[in-house]
T-cell receptor, first 113, second 108 residues
Framework: EAQVTQNPRYLITVTGKKLTVTCSQNMNHEYMSWYRQDPGLGLRQIYYSMNVEVTDKGDVPEGYKVSRKEKRNFPLILESPSPNQTSLYFC????????????FGPGTRLTVT | DAKTTQPTSMDCAEGRAANLPCNHSTISGNEYVYWYRQIHSQGPQYIIHGLKNNETNEMASLIITEDRKSSTLILPHATLRDTAVYYCIVPNDYKLSFGAGTTVTVRA
């Protein structure tokens, strides 16, 4: 089944404790992206990747890191999480080009206390 | 960026067609219109996209006006499972910008 998977689905952590949210797709997509969704602010793009070893900032990259060492994986790293990063996170992928027909993962609900 | 304007919410009766309008008056000639939906806290789901011609797939139909300044997404036979937030997007710069969308509630 074609899908985007994220792990973990739920995470509660404390301020400053490094964490990684994994994202994997099995569709051989070139393009991958991370979004966060907050009440009243909608979905906002954090980072995106056009292909392996190619990443770029989205609208809200501060406090996040990403890497794209393999085509299928695009982990989101929070080096020192803070409470304002409490959010619902979505990973997405698409075929090459402009990446607008995106497949989204199920989401990761992160709480930072 | 071509911004889009959608009604905040709308109701629809189950089994009837749902017509969701979107204004994108600043769209440029080579920009597409995309529609996504998001069922409560799930990941957004791609529905359909178009440039200037009307489009139809197994989920919906997309009608784009001749001047391309507006479009309508049509769910031909709405079901309770179509209750969701629907987003009309004109993407560019490798980015989908999700606005507030239209909250569609399908009622039995």
């Amino acid at each position: 089944e074609a899908q985007v998977t994220q792990n973990p689905r739920y995470l509660i952590t404390v301020t400053g404790k490094k964490l990684t949210v994994t994202c994997s797709q099995n569709m051989n997509h070139e393009y991958m992206s991370w979004y966060r969704q907050d009440p009243g602010l909608g979905l906002r793009q954090i980072y995106y990747s056009m292909n392996v070893e190619v990443t770029d900032k989205g609208d809200v990259p501060e406090g996040y890191k990403v890497s794209r060492k393999e085509k299928r994986n695009f982990p989101l790293i929070l080096e020192s999480p803070s409470p304002n990063q409490t959010s619902l996170y979505f990973c997405a992928s698409s075929f090459g080009g402009r990446g607008y027909e995106q497949y989204f993962g199920p989401g990761t609900r992160l709480t930072v206390t | 960026d071509a911004k889009t304007t959608q009604p905040t919410s709308m109701d629809c009766a189950e089994g009837r067609a749902a017509n969701l309008p979107c204004n994108h008056s600043t769209i440029s000639g080579n920009e597409y219109v995309y529609w996504y939906r998001q069922i409560h806290s799930q990941g957004p789901q791609y529905i359909i996209h178009g440039l200037k011609n009307n489009e139809t797939n197994e989920m919906a139909s997309l009608i784009i006006t001749e001047d391309r300044k507006s479009s309508t997404l049509i769910l031909p036979h709405a079901t309770l499972r179509d209750t969701a937030v629907y987003y009309c997007i004109v993407p560019n710069d490798y980015k989908l910008s999700f606005g507030a969308g239209t909250t569609v509630t399908v009622r039995a």
